[in-house]
Each structure stands twice: as structure tokens, then as C-alpha cells.
């Protein structure tokens, strides 16, 4: 079966979604994408036309269009697995899949699907589903009779002598890992430790937990349930039910909670964020689409970063602060809570983060990880920049 997810309401995603498709979010262990292919062997994505040459899609004579907001279960990939050509899947007046050569569904024959599923409706659902989609991705990847100390034999004995778990539930220690005196607690979920991570000495860690390849926890670190570190990372200090997407750090003291991070950020040391309001009301989140202050529904509620933005030493980030692609914050106070992309500045204003400051610093960044900032990136990038000028005042 060739598999394609397709994109719908991309604004409603925003910052995150600006630079790549909704399918390539990290949630839990794997990104949408992912976990996908661990149900089909072709996926690939439809999304906006800027996105395309660098996350090209594949129509074949017969496809299944799934909902890049859609998380896979055993029951919803069943269903979609039994729709027919010309049939749809629903919910209520949720679009979850349908079946056709081209990309229209319209006209379809609907079938209601009657099964419950994870759906990434909000930019709050990549950390409040995080928790649940790291046991999902969990027992995807290993099997359930897999032992409570599971991963690479030749280090496994050495691992289990020098670190203390606590619960019941899984450790999966991929090959290359590097972890010793350190308290793992998997009482209330699993902990995932990818190939060649470190997690150092005395840090503290709750399941569910995962961090991937090349990730680094530092010293003391105090980590608590359901937040995932992606790829490349570098984390430390305090983080509570976090995701960060790959290639960023928070690599000192300050606090991170009920916050979503994507890539190539970095959190300059003694970065707090607040994640609930002193009245206990729910925190409101800026939203692209209806271009206004949108009511959560939680009381938690931090900081959701977009790609290449940064910020300086004791940055203080207010409840629910949304921070656009590219920007640059620095300085005493708290800046605004909605910060458009590229802006530079703080609690005393922002100007424009120039185009070509922004990608001089970028390719900096990129040089330390021994990546290239293709002209592929620089097109989305750039794209980027002049879609959300409005926002920034700029003509």
C-alpha cells in the first residue's frame, strides 16, 4: 500500500509547521512519519508547495491519503487498511483517510470509523499526548517480552551495576549509550535511551522518557515524566513534560515545562519559562489562524519555540509565549508572549532579525554539527521570511 499524509489546517500548527510538514513533528519516541512506517513500507507526504522539493511525495495508480495529523493504532490502521478505492474515513466531521489515484475526496463513498485514536488538533497536543505516544511508540519498537533491562549486551551488565532503577516498566538502552549513576524511575512509564546518547552522572529521570541519537543529558540534570529529547540535543537543569524536536539545547540550569521546542534552537543559561498563570486561569496561546489569543483549555501551558530561534542568558518566558521561526531574544523582563518570526529584541521591543545576519548565524550553527545549509533550506527559510512579514509590521 503506498501511504501519503497530507497536510490540513497548517496555520493552526504554526511555527512549527512553517519549515516542514505536520507529518515530520517528533511526538513520543518517533515523528508521525515514523510511526508510519512501522505499519507501511512507502509513506511519504503532501504539503505545501514550497516544502515540496525538500519532502517530495510519491502518487502511485492507487494510494491511501491519511491525515498527517492522524496517530497510527492497530485499530485505525486496520481500518485504513480495509477502505476500498473511492472510499473515505471519518469521524464526526473529521477527515481521517481516504483511498483514490489523486488527492480528492469530495465524492467519496464516507465509512465512520469506530475506533479511538491520538489526533494533533493544537500545538498543545505534541506535549500533552507526548506521555501516552512514548508508551505507544514503546511497544511498537520492542516487544512486550522484552526484559525490564533491554539493548546493547556488551554494556548491559556494566549499565544495571552503576545506575539505580526504580519501577517496573522497561529501559531500552540502544547501542553505544552511555549512562552511570544516574536514578531512573519507570514507575509510570518506560524509558527509551537512544544510540549513543549520554545521559551523566547524578541526573535524575522519570518515565516516560525518551531521548534519541546523539543526545546529551548533563550532570544533575532533573528530568520528569513524558518529555522526549530528539536527535542531537543537549539538555540540562529542569524540564517537565517537554519535547524537543532535534538538534537544539537547553544545556544549563532554569526550568522548561509543558513546552515544545523544534530545531536548531538554543536556550541561553538560566532560561525559565512559566507554565502556569499565578490566577490559575487556562492559559491562552497565540493562533495563527484566527490571528488572536486562543483559550487552551489547560492550566500548563510554556513556550512553543520554532526553528533557529534563540535566546540569551536569563531569558524569562511568560505563560503560554508562542516564539516564531528565527528570532533572536535577549534581555531583562519578559518579552511579549507572542513573537513573530525573525524579530530581534526583547522586553524593550523588537526589530527585524535581517535576513542575512540570520543566515550567517545559521550556517555557524549548522558548521558545528558538520551540517551544510543547503540552497533547499535556504528557499524554505527565505519563504519563511517573507510569509510572516505582516506579523513583524513589515511591508
Same mark, same amino acid.
Given at each position: 500500500?503506498?501511504?501519503?499524509?497530507?497536510?490540513?489546517?497548517?496555520?493552526?500548527?504554526?511555527?512549527?509547521?512553517?519549515?516542514?510538514?505536520?507529518?515530520?513533528?517528533?511526538?513520543?519516541?518517533?515523528?508521525?512519519?515514523?510511526?508510519?512506517?512501522?505499519?507501511?513500507?512507502?509513506?511519504?507526504?503532501?504539503?505545501?508547495?514550497?516544502?515540496?522539493?525538500?519532502?517530495?511525495?510519491?502518487?502511485?495508480k492507487d494510494n491511501i491519503w491519511v491525515n498527517a495529523k492522524l496517530l497510527p493504532s492497530d485499530d485505525i490502521v486496520t481500518e485504513i487498511k480495509n477502505l476500498r478505492i473511492g472510499e473515505s474515513l471519518k469521524k464526526g466531521s473529521s477527515l481521517l483517510a481516504f483511498r483514490n489515484s489523486e488527492f480528492a475526496y469530495n465524492k467519496l463513498n464516507?465509512?465512520?470509523?469506530?475506533?479511538?485514536?491520538?489526533?494533533?488538533?493544537?500545538?498543545?497536543?505534541?506535549?500533552?499526548?507526548?506521555?501516552?505516544?512514548?508508551?505507544?511508540?514503546?511497544?511498537?519498537?520492542?516487544?512486550?517480552?522484552?526484559?525490564?533491562?533491554?539493548?546493547?549486551?556488551?554494556?548491559?551488565?556494566?549499565?544495571?551495576?552503576? =545506575? *539505580? &532503577?526504580?519501577?517496573?516498566?522497561?529501559?531500552?538502552?540502544?547501542?553505544?549509550?552511555? @549512562? #552511570?549513576? !544516574?536514578? +531512573?524511575?519507570?514507575?509510570?512509564?518506560?524509558?527509551?535511551?537512544?544510540?549513543?546518547?549520554?545521559?551523566?552522572?547524578?541526573?535524575?529521570?522519570?518515565?516516560?522518557?525518551?531521548?534519541?541519537?546523539?543526545?546529551?543529558?548533563?550532570?544533575?540534570?532533573?528530568?520528569?515524566?513524558?518529555?522526549?529529547?530528539?536527535?542531537?540535543?543537549?539538555?540540562?537543569?529542569?524540564?517537565?513534560?517537554?519535547?524537543?524536536?532535534?538538534?537544539?539545547?537547553?544545556?544549563?540550569?532554569?526550568?522548561?515545562?509543558?513546552?515544545?521546542?523544534?530545531?536548531?534552537?538554543?536556550?541561553?543559561?538560566?532560561?525559565?519559562?512559566?507554565?502556569?498563570?499565578?490566577?490559575?486561569? =487556562? *492559559? &491562552?496561546?497565540?493562533?495563527?489562524?484566527?490571528?488572536?489569543?486562543?483559550?487552551?483549555? @489547560? #492550566?500548563? !501551558?510554556? +513556550?512553543?519555540?520554532?526553528?533557529?530561534?534563540?535566546?540569551?542568558?536569563?531569558?524569562?518566558?511568560?505563560?503560554?509565549?508562542?516564539?516564531?521561526?528565527?528570532?533572536?531574544?535577549?534581555?531583562?523582563?519578559?518579552?511579549?508572549?507572542?513573537?513573530?518570526?525573525?524579530?530581534?529584541?526583547?522586553?524593550?521591543?523588537?526589530?527585524?532579525?535581517?535576513?542575512?545576519?540570520?543566515?550567517?548565524?545559521?550556517?555557524?550553527?549548522?558548521?558545528?554539527?558538520?551540517?551544510?545549509?543547503?540552497?533547499?533550506?535556504?528557499?524554505?527559510?527565505?519563504?519563511?521570511?517573507?510569509?510572516?512579514?505582516?506579523?513583524?509590521?513589515?511591508?
Open positions: 500500500m503506498n501511504i501519503i499524509l497530507f497536510d490540513t489546517d497548517r496555520a493552526d500548527l504554526y511555527p512549527l509547521s512553517l519549515t516542514r510538514p505536520i507529518s515530520y513533528f517528533r511526538i513520543g519516541i518517533l515523528t508521525i512519519k515514523e510511526k508510519w512506517e512501522v505499519y507501511f513500507t512507502s509513506v511519504s507526504v503532501l504539503s505545501e508547495d514550497y516544502l515540496l522539493d525538500r519532502f517530495p511525495v510519491n502518487i502511485q464516507e465509512v465512520h470509523s469506530n475506533t479511538s485514536y491520538n489526533f494533533i488538533a493544537n500545538l498543545t497536543d505534541i506535549f500533552s499526548l507526548n506521555g501516552e505516544e512514548i508508551k505507544n511508540d514503546f511497544n511498537r519498537m520492542f516487544s512486550e517480552k522484552d526484559l525490564e533491562w533491554k539493548g546493547d549486551l556488551n554494556k548491559l551488565e556494566e549499565i544495571k551495576k552503576s =545506575n *539505580v &532503577k526504580i519501577g517496573k516498566n522497561s529501559i531500552y538502552i540502544e547501542e553505544g549509550a552511555k @549512562l #552511570q549513576h !544516574c536514578i +531512573l524511575n519507570t514507575t509510570d512509564g518506560p524509558i527509551y535511551i537512544g544510540k549513543d546518547a549520554e545521559i551523566m552522572e547524578g541526573s535524575m529521570i522519570r518515565g516516560p522518557f525518551a531521548i534519541c541519537n546523539n543526545s546529551v543529558v548533563k550532570m544533575g540534570t532533573k528530568i520528569y515524566e513524558a518529555t522526549t529529547i530528539g536527535p542531537y540535543c543537549k539538555v540540562g537543569g529542569e524540564i517537565n513534560n517537554s519535547v524537543f524536536f532535534g538538534y537544539s539545547s537547553k544545556a544549563h540550569d532554569g526550568f522548561l515545562g509543558n513546552s515544545v521546542i523544534g530545531e536548531w534552537c538554543n536556550l541561553g543559561a538560566d532560561t525559565n519559562n512559566s507554565n502556569l498563570k499565578n490566577n490559575y486561569e =487556562n *492559559v &491562552k496561546l497565540w493562533n495563527y489562524k484566527l490571528e488572536s489569543f486562543k483559550d487552551t483549555g @489547560l #492550566q500548563f !501551558c510554556g +513556550l512553543i519555540m520554532g526553528d533557529h530561534s534563540k535566546c540569551g542568558i536569563n531569558t524569562m518566558f511568560n505563560t503560554g509565549t508562542i516564539v516564531g521561526v528565527g528570532s533572536n531574544i535577549f534581555g531583562s523582563g519578559f518579552p511579549r508572549n507572542f513573537i513573530p518570526s525573525y524579530s530581534w529584541g526583547g522586553a524593550s521591543g523588537f526589530t527585524i532579525h535581517k535576513k542575512n545576519k540570520f543566515f550567517s548565524t545559521v550556517e555557524k550553527v549548522l558548521q558545528r554539527r558538520d551540517v551544510i545549509l543547503s540552497d533547499l533550506d535556504k528557499q524554505i527559510l527565505s519563504f519563511v521570511y517573507d510569509l510572516t512579514k505582516r506579523y513583524r509590521n513589515e511591508k
